[in-house]
Antibody
Framework: EVQLVETGGGLIQPGGSLRLSCAAS????????MSWVRQAPGKGLEWVSV???????YYADSVKGRFTISRDNSKNTLYLQMNSLRAEDTAVYYC??????????????WGQGTLVTVSS | QSALTQPASVSGSPGQSITISCTGT?????????VSWYQQHPGKAPKLMIY???NRPSGVSNRFSGSKSGNTASLTISGLQAEDEADYYC?????????FGGGTKLTVL
């Protein structure tokens, strides 16, 4: 059974840093495309970043230069390093698997999300 | 990376059909057959309902269907049921990035 579990959220001051983790089970992270999607309170979904199986990474303009997506193949875990955090980064952050062969370029499995609150 | 355009809300009675539109550009919806739709109940993670414009994942009811014409994609839910009440989001792939719609709140009257 595919499962994604995010951890690492919390309250952080503006300008601070936080690292989110997403532990996967039931499939191999390094063989798949993996993404982060966020949702500000009461707002819609916003794509944040993707890491392809080959290691290439891409970011939304709103986080480029501040956020870094990575993975640890030995731990089958996805990460999102968030630096220079701003109030507008406050959101629930979801990790999601991106389909490649089946459900291509769709987010076919999602974690439960972790809340990041940026406030002084 | 501008958001796709969806109506803020739609409503229908049990048993009826509703359609939610999702309008983008030739760079996203119109340029790729990688439109997907997600259902989100309050406090829950999104759930994939339609992928590649019109395909349903295993386990999703055949009451849900998708289509696309030009730069606009559509999600149709037939035989509305109370449990269909939720927020619905469209998404499109667009050259190593993704864009979502603003979301549509479906109310089952």
């Amino acid at each position: 059974e595919v499962q994604l579990v995010e951890t690492g959220g919390g309250l952080i001051q503006p300008g601070g840093s936080l690292r989110l983790s997403c532990a996967a089970s039931g499939f191999t992270v390094s063989s798949n495309y993996m993404s982060w999607v966020r949702q500000a309170p009461g707002k819609g979904l916003e794509w944040v970043s993707v890491i392809y199986s080959g290691g290439s990474t891409y970011y939304a303009d709103s986080v480029k230069g501040r956020f870094t997506i990575s993975r640890d193949n030995s731990k089958n875990t996805l990460y999102l390093q968030m630096n220079s955090l701003r109030a507008e980064d406050t959101a629930v952050y979801y990790c999601a698997r991106v389909g490649v062969v089946v459900a291509a370029n769709a987010f076919d499995y999602w974690g439960q999300g972790t809340l990041v609150t940026v406030s002084s | 990376q501008s958001a796709l355009t969806q109506p803020a809300s739609v409503s229908g009675s049990p048993g009826q059909s509703i359609t939610i539109s999702c309008t983008g550009t030739s760079s996203d919806v119109g340029g790729y057959n990688y439109v997907s739709w997600y259902q989100q109940h309050p406090g829950k993670a999104p759930k994939l309902m339609i992928y590649e414009v019109s395909n349903r994942p295993s386990g999703v009811s055949n009451r849900f269907s998708g289509s696309k014409s030009g730069n606009t994609a559509s999600l149709t839910i037939s035989g509305l049921q109370a449990e269909d009440e939720a927020d619905y989001y469209c998404s499109s792939y667009t050259s190593s990035a993704w864009v979502f719609g603003g979301g549509t709140k479906l109310t089952v009257l």
